[in-house]
């Protein structure tokens, strides 16, 4: 069975860090790109971070870059979102999900991250 | 960016009924490897998304075949032959054509 489990969200400072972390298991992690997507309150759906397989290539929304840098242990089947400077607007739930085919097949319950002074 | 448009954005519908939602993009999702990149999900309450359709029609491990994927190019609608209890939700479609992938407003499915 494929899981992804999120963990590593709070309550943050503005301009503070926070480093997310996705443990997943019941496939071959290093097989498969994944995402960060995140949900602001009662908002829509908005992918912020992917990573290949074996990390030799990451995207970026606009919006994050230079702020947020995800990773992957392959050996720990373990996905990472370090999120720096953070800013009020980045309040969301952020879920990791897994690409199947090209599409996100997969995710996880989310992990909440709230900026707030 | 590419811009996605549901509609509508609210769908009242009985129990048992049919329900269509319609989404367009702002450019073609239509690759040479003859694929549309658009894909749907249904979001229900307290949960996180789940994949129904990708490639614009083809239904995810486990779909039941009540739902439908159709279109191409920049105009894509889903369908659902008859509404079942648990397909209340938020629907979204989503592109994976061109970076950042975008998703739609949402469409709310709900109890008439």
């Known amino acids: 069975e494929v899981q992804l489990v999120e963990s590593g969200g709070g309550l943050v400072q503005p301009g503070g860090s926070l480093r997310l972390s996705c443990a997943v298991s019941?496939?071959?992690?290093?097989?498969?790109?994944m995402s960060w997507v995140r949900q602001a309150p009662g908002k829509g759906l908005e992918r912020v971070a992917t990573?290949?397989?074996?990390?030799?290539?990451?995207c970026y929304l606009d919006s994050v870059k230079g702020r947020l840098t995800i990773s992957r242990d392959n050996a720990k089947n373990s996905l990472y979102l370090q999120m720096n400077s953070l800013r009020a607007e980045d309040t969301a739930l952020y879920y990791c999900?897994?690409?199947?085919?090209?599409?996100?097949?997969?995710w996880g319950q989310g992990s909440l991250v709230t900026v707030s002074s | 960016d590419i811009v996605m448009t549901q509609s509508p954005l609210s769908l009242p519908v009985t129990p048992g009924e049919p329900a269509s939602i319609s989404c367009r993009s702002s450019?073609?999702?239509?690759?040479?490897?003859?694929?549309?990149?658009l894909a749907w999900y249904l979001q229900k309450p307290g949960q996180s998304p789940q994949l129904l359709i990708y490639?614009?029609?083809n239904r995810a491990s486990g779909v039941p075949d009540r739902f439908s994927g159709s279109g191409s190019g920049t105009d894509f609608t889903l369908k659902i032959s008859r509404v079942e209890a648990g397909d209340f939700g938020v629907y979204y479609c989503?592109?994976?054509?061109?970076?950042?992938?975008?998703f739609g407003q949402g469409t709310k499915v709900e109890i008439k």
């Open positions: 999900a897994r690409h199947g085919t090209w599409a996100l097949d997969f």
């Open positions: 019941g496939f071959t992690f290093s097989s498969h790109w």
């Open positions: 990573i290949k397989g074996d990390g030799s290539e990451e």
């Open positions: 450019q073609s999702l239509l690759r040479s490897d003859g694929n549309n990149y």
């Open positions: 490639w614009g029609s």
């Open positions: 989503m592109q994976g054509q061109q970076d950042p992938w975008t």
